[in-house]
């Protein structure tokens, strides 16, 4: 995500995390520990696979680095420049993500027939053009935040609204071989958008059975792996999430342990305490939806090896292929 904006504030200091990592292993079970131990064994290759990354020539500006959570040399950490990484500690803990049991994973196609699932690319690729229509501010429930924002890119210029398309359309077909009717939020074919609020209302008139926000992150180097952020319960002006609480958390716990299994990424190092799971009161997309819907930062553009992975083609369609079963299999339940 992005440095400033609607749903992403800038960042504070962040509260050290500690704990040993036998924690945060323990915390997976079994399906999800084989993706752990992958990417134990190669992450100081910048591995995570046998993908290779391609990327692009422009430049952005250099992420600040900082000591890695978990450590006793965490207590005074660097600010993190991610969008959604805002100095807030997850507001409840979770035990990690849920291997699927093999009733949970995907059946033949045709599975998810009369199911519609919105999939909300984060940023639009031509917000940055657009500064005051993004910039202005919307009602998000419980207060007013700017519009949108640009999105977060990698060091060499990757932009993160280029990911989360790819990424989005390539999850939609894996979601109509399912059977599954999928709605987009936009799919770069608007010149800016849509606000945060809009994001909301078009899972909701949809009547989504699930909703999926898909964005990368833009932290500090060093800060790893993926994390998924699920709706807090919030009843405050015009937000209420108390009806999608639990189901969006059973959403976001099925599409975090698909994704370790099926990309070998590991759970965040310095977001969900080792779990891949974040709680969050303040994101207008998840305040204003009535439906099951949860985020997904796919790993940390500015980190080198995050930034490997998120270049590849053939790693985005892992992701892609995660999410899709996480999807399929709370659909089925």
Avoid at 7 to 34: E, I, K, Q, W
Avoid at 199 to 216: E, F, K, L, P, T
Wanted: glycine residues 14%.
């Amino acid at each position: 995500m992005s440095y400033v904006g609607p749903d992403f504030d800038p960042p504070g200091p962040r509260r050290s995390r500690r704990g040993p990592m036998t924690v945060a292993v323990a915390a997976l079970v079994p399906g999800a520990l084989v993706g752990w131990l992958v990417w134990q064994a190669v992450g100081d290759s910048g591995g995570g696979g046998s993908t290779s990354a391609t990327s692009t020539t422009s430049s952005g500006a250099p992420g600040a680095s900082s000591a890695a959570p978990g450590s006793a040399s965490a207590a005074a950490r660097t600010p993190s420049a991610s969008g959604t990484d805002d100095g807030k500690p997850p507001s409840s803990t979770f035990s990690g993500p849920a291997a699927p049991a093999a009733s949970d994973l995907p059946a033949a196609a045709g599975s998810l027939k009369g199911k519609v699932v919105v999939i909300d690319p984060g940023h639009n690729p031509g917000n940055f053009q657009h500064s005051a229509d993004i910039n202005r501010k919307v009602n998000i429930g419980t207060n007013w935040k700017e519009c949108d924002t640009t999105g977060t890119s990698t060091n060499a210029g990757y932009t993160e609204a280029r990911f989360t398309l790819d990424v989005a359309r390539r999850l939609r077909t894996l979601l109509q071989q399912e059977g599954a009717t999928v709605k987009f939020t936009q799919d770069g074919d608007r010149s800016w958008g849509p606000c945060v609020d809009e994001r909301a209302r078009i899972g909701n008139d949809a009547h989504a059975d699930a909703v999926v926000s898909i964005h990368a992150d833009g932290s500090a180097a060093g800060n790893r792996g993926f994390h998924v952020i699920l709706p807090a319960s919030v009843h405050s002006g015009g937000a209420d999430t108390r009806a999608i609480v639990a189901p969006s958390r059973d959403l976001g716990e099925r599409i975090a342990g698909n994704f370790v299994r099926d990309t070998g990424s590991a759970p965040s190092n310095y977001i969900g305490g080792g779990t891949g799971l974040d709680v969050r009161s303040d994101l207008g997309g998840l305040n204003l939806s009535t439906v099951p819907k949860v985020f997904i930062e796919c790993g940390n553009m500015r980190d080198s090896k995050d930034a490997a992975l998120l270049t590849s083609g053939a790693w985005r369609q892992k992701a892609a292929r995660g999410i899709s079963e996480g999807i399929v299999s709370f659909l089925r339940g």
